[in-house]
Protein backbone atom coordinates (compact mmCIF):
# COMPACT_ATOMS: atom_id res chain seq x y z
CA UNK A 1 0.00 0.00 0.00
CA UNK A 2 0.77 3.37 -0.81
CA UNK A 3 -0.69 7.01 -0.56
CA UNK A 4 0.27 10.34 -1.40
CA UNK A 5 -1.24 13.67 0.70
CA UNK A 6 -1.77 16.94 -0.40
CA UNK A 7 -4.07 19.30 1.89
CA UNK A 8 -5.12 22.84 1.87
CA UNK A 9 -6.79 24.81 4.74
CA UNK A 10 -10.29 23.01 4.89
CA UNK A 11 -9.83 19.63 2.63
CA UNK A 12 -7.48 16.49 2.41
CA UNK A 13 -7.06 14.71 -0.61
CA UNK A 14 -5.05 11.08 -1.06
CA UNK A 15 -4.26 8.99 -3.81
CA UNK A 16 -3.76 5.55 -2.46
CA UNK A 17 -2.22 2.45 -4.47
CA UNK A 18 -3.34 -1.55 -3.10
CA UNK A 19 -0.16 -4.05 -4.41
CA UNK A 20 0.39 -1.77 -6.96
CA UNK A 21 -2.56 -1.39 -8.18
CA UNK A 22 -4.71 2.21 -7.76
CA UNK A 23 -7.39 3.09 -5.59
CA UNK A 24 -8.23 6.03 -6.83
CA UNK A 25 -8.79 9.47 -4.95
CA UNK A 26 -9.95 10.28 -1.65
CA UNK A 27 -11.35 13.93 -0.20
CA UNK A 28 -12.53 14.29 3.03
CA UNK A 29 -12.65 17.12 5.54
CA UNK A 30 -9.08 18.00 7.19
CA UNK A 31 -11.03 17.69 10.73
CA UNK A 32 -11.77 13.65 9.52
CA UNK A 33 -9.93 10.48 8.84
CA UNK A 34 -9.44 8.68 6.05
CA UNK A 35 -10.86 5.44 5.06
CA UNK A 36 -10.57 2.49 2.29
CA UNK A 37 -14.14 3.58 1.09
CA UNK A 38 -13.28 6.60 0.60
CA UNK A 39 -11.26 5.89 -2.33
CA UNK A 40 -12.89 6.58 -5.96
CA UNK A 41 -11.11 5.06 -9.36
CA UNK A 42 -13.04 8.54 -11.25
CA UNK A 43 -12.05 10.81 -8.66
CA UNK A 44 -9.06 13.34 -10.13
CA UNK A 45 -6.48 15.09 -8.41
CA UNK A 46 -7.27 18.88 -8.60
CA UNK A 47 -3.61 20.07 -8.41
CA UNK A 48 -0.77 16.98 -8.45
CA UNK A 49 2.31 18.40 -7.00
CA UNK A 50 3.15 22.27 -5.59
CA UNK A 51 2.92 23.42 -1.83
CA UNK A 52 0.18 21.58 -0.78
CA UNK A 53 2.02 18.26 -1.24
CA UNK A 54 2.64 16.75 2.11
CA UNK A 55 4.64 13.69 1.46
CA UNK A 56 4.02 9.77 0.95
CA UNK A 57 2.66 7.39 3.53
CA UNK A 58 3.19 3.15 3.57
CA UNK A 59 -0.35 3.25 5.42
CA UNK A 60 -3.72 5.08 6.05
CA UNK A 61 -2.85 5.01 10.02
CA UNK A 62 0.07 6.46 9.40
CA UNK A 63 -1.42 8.94 7.19
CA UNK A 64 -4.00 9.97 9.55
CA UNK A 65 -1.77 9.69 12.24
CA UNK A 66 -0.25 12.81 10.26
CA UNK A 67 -3.30 14.58 10.02
CA UNK A 68 -3.88 14.41 13.69
CA UNK A 69 -1.00 15.80 14.44
CA UNK A 70 -0.68 18.36 11.72
CA UNK A 71 -4.35 19.26 13.51
CA UNK A 72 -3.32 19.29 16.97
CA UNK A 73 -0.55 21.50 15.84
CA UNK A 74 -2.98 24.07 14.15
CA UNK A 75 -5.38 23.98 17.33
CA UNK A 76 -2.10 25.16 19.47
CA UNK A 77 -1.09 27.69 16.86
CA UNK A 78 -4.53 29.54 16.90
CA UNK A 79 -4.36 29.47 20.87
CA UNK A 80 -1.09 31.36 21.19
CA UNK A 81 -2.16 33.37 18.41
CA UNK A 82 -5.58 34.31 20.58
CA UNK A 83 -3.84 34.64 24.12
CA UNK A 84 -1.18 36.92 22.09
CA UNK A 85 -4.40 38.97 20.81
CA UNK A 86 -6.66 38.95 24.32
CA UNK A 87 -2.76 40.17 26.06
CA UNK A 88 -2.35 42.59 23.66
CA UNK A 89 -6.03 43.96 24.11
CA UNK A 90 -5.94 44.12 27.89
Known amino acids: MGFALW ?3 DTAWAAGTHEY ?3 GIA ?3 R ?3 FAARDFRPARRLPVRS ?3 FRGLFA ?3 DMNAFLGR ?6 KKNMRQ ?6 AIT
Open 27 to 29: VIA
Open 70 to 75: SRSQDA
Open 82 to 87: GSSRQL
Open 21 to 23: RPM
Open 59 to 61: SLG
Open 31 to 33: SSV
Open 50 to 52: GPH
Open 7 to 9: TDD
